[in-house]
C-alpha cells in the first residue's frame, strides 16, 4: 500500500494567492458593482479559506474553491444587507402610538 503524503494546506493556498485573487476579486466585483464591499468580500473569503485550511481533514485549495467560497460570503451579505432593510423600513412603518386618553383628561384638568 503506497501512501502519499499531501502538502500542507496552507501552504498550497499561498501559493495559489497571487493567481486566484484576481479572479476571486473580480467575481465579487461583477456581483456587486462596488469596489469597498468587493474588497472586504474579498478579504473575507481568504480568511475563511485559511480557516477552513486549519481544519482537519484540510480542503485542496483551487480557484474553484475559493470562488466557491466567495459566492458564500457575497450571499452573506446580500442577506445581511436585507435583514438591515427590513429592519429600516418596520422601523419606518410603525405608526404613531395611539394617545392615551388619560394623558388628555390630565391635560384638560390642567388648563381648567
Known amino acids: 500500500m503506497e501512501r502519499r503524503v499531501r502538502a500542507d494546506a496552507g501552504a498550497e493556498l499561498m501559493e495559489l494567492y497571487?493567481?486566484?485573487?484576481p479572479q476571486v476579486y473580480g467575481y465579487?466585483?461583477?456581483?456587486c458593482g462596488r469596489r469597498a464591499v468587493a474588497e472586504d468580500l474579498t478579504a473575507e473569503t481568504?480568511?475563511?479559506?485559511v480557516a477552513a485550511c486549519r481544519r482537519t481533514p484540510p480542503p485542496v485549495p483551487s480557484t474553484g474553491w475559493l470562488v466557491g467560497i466567495a459566492r458564500h460570503k457575497l450571499v452573506d451579505h446580500w442577506r445581511a444587507a436585507?435583514?438591515?432593510r427590513r429592519g429600516l423600513r418596520a422601523v419606518e412603518a410603525e405608526p404613531d402610538p395611539?394617545?392615551?386618553p388619560w394623558?388628555?383628561?390630565l391635560d384638560v384638568l390642567l388648563a381648567r
Not at 28 to 31: E, F, K
Not at 46 to 49: D, M, R, S, T, W
Request: charged letters at 50%.
Open 18 to 21: 497571487d493567481d486566484a485573487l
Open 28 to 31: 465579487l466585483l461583477a456581483r
Open 46 to 49: 481568504f480568511l475563511a479559506a
Open 82 to 84: 436585507e435583514r438591515e
Open 98 to 100: 395611539p394617545d392615551d
Open 103 to 105: 394623558e388628555e383628561q
